[in-house]
């Protein structure tokens, strides 16, 4: 994954949803507890899932977002 720096200023990472979860169950799973799929502003984790965005984050959960 690509290193970049995150709006809080601390170093993060940069990829295609696909590249960072291992599967749609997998990103599904962190959508039920972290609502993932509403921080990159979709609908339901398919949508999001489908789109298949570019998304940074960090160790900070609001680096999480689509580029």
């Not at 994954?1 to 990103?27: D, N, P």
Request: charged letters at 20%; aromatic letters at 14%; proline letters at 4%.
């Amino acid at each position: 994954m690509k290193q970049v720096i995150c709006r809080s200023g601390i170093k993060g990472w940069q990829s295609r949803l696909h590249a960072v979860y291992t599967s749609f169950e997998e990103f599904a799973a962190y959508c039920d507890i972290y609502y993932n799929h509403t921080r990159l502003g979709f609908e339901s984790p398919e949508d999001a899932w489908d789109a298949n965005p570019v998304v940074q984050g960090s160790v900070l959960p609001g680096d999480y977002r689509k580029v």
